[in-house]
């Protein structure tokens, strides 16, 4: 549980930081622009992000559905060894 409590806060602290720091916002639960969005809403946001592995031409490709450039950016703003996961379509 400690583990998990880690997770969220230091997800929410690097949104966080880096909000301020660009002078962004992203929109909250009722969709108004907010510089302190949760931990619990920044995954909720990704829920429906899904990876399909497809093969044609006798390959596989894998593809991210879902995956918009509100994610995008989100993705972007807690670095590189986030965007590292998400590869594929960035």
């Not at 583990?3 to 916002?25: G, N």
């Not at 829920?47 to 044609?56: A, H, L, S, Y």
């Amino acid at each position: 549980m400690v583990l998990c409590l880690l997770v969220y806060s230091l997800t929410e602290w690097v949104i966080r930081e880096t909000l301020r720091i660009e002078k962004k916002d992203i929109r909250d639960q009722k969709g108004k622009p907010t510089q302190k969005p949760s931990a619990k809403w920044i995954f909720f946001v990704f829920r429906r992000v899904r990876q399909i592995k497809e093969i044609v031409d006798s390959r596989i490709h894998v593809r991210l559905l879902n995956f918009t450039e509100e994610l995008r950016e989100i993705v972007r703003w807690l670095g590189p060894h986030v965007e590292k996961y998400y590869a594929l379509n960035i």
